[in-house]
């Protein structure tokens, strides 16, 4: 249930590890974009071939952005768009508008393109947050070995106190990769991501990464906690968190929309993770996150292995999802 966090004593795990390399980050994203791609792509190729831009192909074309999750904001954003360049660059063919598409999605995506600056605070704390099974344990290992892969040492704070199950695959997944775990038989979250702040400062680590339990937006005690983890952060160190990243399932679609404003009430949010693109024909949902919830998307993640998440880059998006196969 882990990916890559699983026990290594699951063979499966470690025969595909030293299969032959894979492909590179671009292939592998317009691969695991192929839902929402042919979610898109199927209607937009026969569209696009007519012989006329009218009335019922922009009709067509809002049900197809629809169709992808993108949102009715966003929707409407893009048509509007559209509609504007079949007049400002005199499009004539709908093959034409293709490109236009391409273009309006890019410009509406590109203000989420934000990466995450670390640097300006030794430790730098990253806050994780999200519903259950979002994706927030597994992230949490990946952007670990992102950080280390830039030369940063981390630590992490297992602060889902729920599950005893999680901790310990956390703990030895940490030992494994020479990554510090504070973790604590005791309940209390908050105490675990304030010794995991005051370790780190001790050890002159760089980054902390603190893990928090699931939590539905819903579950007014449970956001409350979360609400009073934050305050305990800011406790052990005065000008953090320096970044309260959410860990978003695409597959929730539209849903986010409504879970981005609840937790940034309850927490500030102030970055993304959108996980499980692969395998989902929702990935327009970042198109309704920029016109309705707009804040940066730090990272993707595109699947469960250890490489599968990446900073978000708005052009390459749009040609995984858009561009030529
Ligand atoms: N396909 C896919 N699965 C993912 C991705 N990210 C996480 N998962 C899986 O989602 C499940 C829940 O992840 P977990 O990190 O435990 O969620 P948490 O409850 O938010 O901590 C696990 O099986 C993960 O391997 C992703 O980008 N793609
Ligand atoms: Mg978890």
């Known amino acids: 249930m882990f990916g890559f966090l699983k026990n290594k004593s699951d063979p499966s795990d470690q025969v595909t590890e030293q299969q032959a390399p894979r492909p590179a980050w671009g292939e592998r994203l317009k691969a695991g974009l192929s839902r929402t791609r042919d979610t898109l792509n199927t209607p937009l190729t026969e569209l696009f071939s007519r ?13 197809t952005l629809l169709m992808a999750d993108c949102g009715v904001e966003a929707t409407q954003w893009l048509l509007a768009e559209l509609k504007a ?4 660059d005199k499009l004539e063919t709908p093959s034409q508008l293709s490109a236009a598409l391409a273009k309006g999605l890019e ?14 605070h030794q430790p730098f704390v990253i806050m994780i947050a999200g519903v ?39 703990t030895a997944w940490g030992e494994r990769n020479g990554i510090t775990v504070i973790a604590q038989e005791s309940g209390d979250p908050a105490a675990v991501v304030f010794d995991a702040i005051n370790a780190a400062k001790a050890r002159k680590i760089d980054v902390v990464l603190a893990d928090t339990a699931g939590r539905l937006p819903t579950q007014l005690h449970l956001m409350e906690e979360i609400a009073k983890i934050r305050r305990v952060i800011q406790k052990a160190d005065s000008t953090g968190p320096h970044e309260v ?20 009430k309850a927490i500030g949010v102030t970055g993304l ?7 989902t024909a929702k990935g327009g949902v970042l198109a ?13 993640g ?4 250890i490489d599968d998440l990446q900073a978000f880059r708005a052009s390459e998006f749009v040609e995984a999802l858009l561009g030529p196969t």
């Open 132 to 170: 259950n099974g979002a994706g927030k344990t597994t992230s949490i290992g990946k952007l670990a070995k992102h950080f280390q892969s830039q030369g940063k040492s981390v630590l992490l704070a297992a602060g889902d106190t729920f599950r005893a199950a999680a901790r310990e695959q956390l």
């Open 288 to 300: 309704a996150i920029a016109r309705q919830c707009p804040k940066p998307v730090r990272f993707i």
């Open 245 to 264: 990243l959410m860990v978003l399932d695409a597959n929730i679609g539209q849903n986010a929309v409504q879970q981005v404003k609840a937790f940034d």
């Open 51 to 63: 012989a006329r831009i009218d009335g019922e192909l922009l009709d067509e074309l809002e049900m």
């Open 302 to 305: 595109i699947g469960e292995g």
């Open 107 to 120: 410009t509406l995506l590109t203000p989420l393109e934000k990466p995450i600056e670390l640097g300006a």
């Open 85 to 88: 360049s079949v007049k400002r």
């Open 273 to 279: 993770v959108i996980t499980k693109l692969d395998g």
